[in-house]
């Protein structure tokens, strides 16, 4: 796997000026094309490539799980996916028409709510914010990445990348590829929580997004409308329930 992060010198400036070893977090241009088109270039840092393809279909609503995917190939920073959905293009102009034409009202309108009776206790929501500390190792190095978890029950996955976006775009492939039932868990995030994330979760069927951050007005709109219970400001051993708190037990 590519490392993460670069060693380089740098000059620190406190009482005096030294030069000093420092770390800081890699990002890489990565190109994702689907049946010979391309769909975008995407800043991210230069791992999980097949997760982040998957989990970015998903969540634009260009596939509809990971099975409508027949191949995957990863070149250098290019990655090449084969899909036999008859309606692909229709679906790829739906989505570049909601972007361009639609904005977010495009895109919630093509955005199911989301259905599912999980809840979770306030010690769940801490124990989650905990466990996501913990396992920011590139973040502690760095100061430079983001870090995505999807708890299910006992397991968790938790990737970080220089982009939040991505890093839940990382999780969410790789909860699809190991066949993780999405309406039973939820997603910690690390970043702030505006609409178009919002949105990613729910067209996977994720009922339930924390953050140590805030959600936006985009966010909280999308929650509202989507049925997604958002919770934020995790820290300190408390948390706001923004959006359907019924989900929450405390």
Same mark, same amino acid.
């Given at each position: 796997?590519?490392?993460?992060f670069?060693n380089?010198?740098?000059?620190?400036?406190?009482k005096? $000026?030294?030069?000093?070893?420092e770390?800081?977090?890699r990002?890489?241009?990565?190109?994702?094309?689907v049946?010979k088109?391309?769909?975008?270039n995407?800043?991210?840092?230069?791992?999980?490539?097949?997760?982040?393809?998957?989990?970015?279909l998903?969540g634009?609503?260009?596939?509809s799980?990971?099975?409508?995917?027949?191949?995957?190939?990863?070149?250098?920073r290019?990655?090449e996916?084969?899909?036999d959905?008859?309606?692909?293009?229709?679906?790829r102009?739906l989505?570049?028409?909601?972007?361009c034409?639609?904005g977010?009202?495009?895109?919630?309108?093509?955005t199911?709510?989301?259905?599912?009776d999980?809840?979770?206790?306030?010690?769940?929501?801490?124990a989650?914010?905990?466990k996501?500390?913990?396992?920011?190792k590139?973040w502690s190095?760095?100061?430079g990445?983001?870090?995505a978890?999807?708890i299910n029950?006992?397991?968790?996955?938790?990737?970080?990348?220089?982009s939040?976006h991505?890093?839940?775009?990382k999780?969410?492939?790789?909860?699809?590829l190991q066949?993780i039932?999405?309406?039973n868990?939820?997603m910690?995030?690390?970043g702030?929580?505006?609409?178009?994330m919002?949105?990613?979760?729910?067209?996977?069927?994720?009922?339930?997004? $924390?953050?140590k951050?805030?959600?936006?007005?985009?966010?909280h709109i999308?929650?509202?409308e989507?049925?997604i219970?958002?919770?934020?400001?995790?820290?300190?051993?408390?948390?706001?329930?923004y959006?359907?708190p019924?989900?929450?037990?405390?």
């Open positions: 796997m590519p490392e993460m670069k380089i010198k740098a000059v620190r400036v406190d005096e $000026a030294h030069e000093i070893d770390k800081i977090s990002d890489e241009e990565i190109k994702i094309i049946n088109t391309v769909i975008g995407f800043s991210m840092s230069p791992t999980y490539l097949k997760e982040f393809s998957v989990g970015y998903l634009e609503g260009l596939i799980s990971a099975e409508d995917i027949t191949d995957i190939n990863i070149d250098n290019i990655v996916i084969t899909t959905l008859a309606d692909f293009d229709l679906r102009e989505v570049m028409s909601s972007d034409f639609g977010m009202r495009g895109k919630m309108d093509l199911k709510k989301v259905e599912s999980l809840k979770v206790t306030k010690e769940e929501i801490l989650a914010s905990k996501l500390r913990e396992s920011s590139i190095e760095t100061g990445t983001h870090i978890a999807l029950e006992d397991n968790i996955i938790a990737i970080e990348d220089v939040r991505v890093a839940i775009d999780v969410v492939g790789a909860a699809k066949e039932d999405l309406s868990s939820f910690f995030s690390s702030r929580m505006p609409g178009d919002i949105i990613k979760i729910a067209r996977v069927g994720i009922p339930i997004i $924390a953050s951050s805030a959600p936006t007005t985009s966010g999308v929650g509202e989507a049925n219970t958002i919770v934020g400001f995790v820290r300190g051993g408390r948390f706001n329930i959006t359907h019924s989900r929450i037990l405390v």
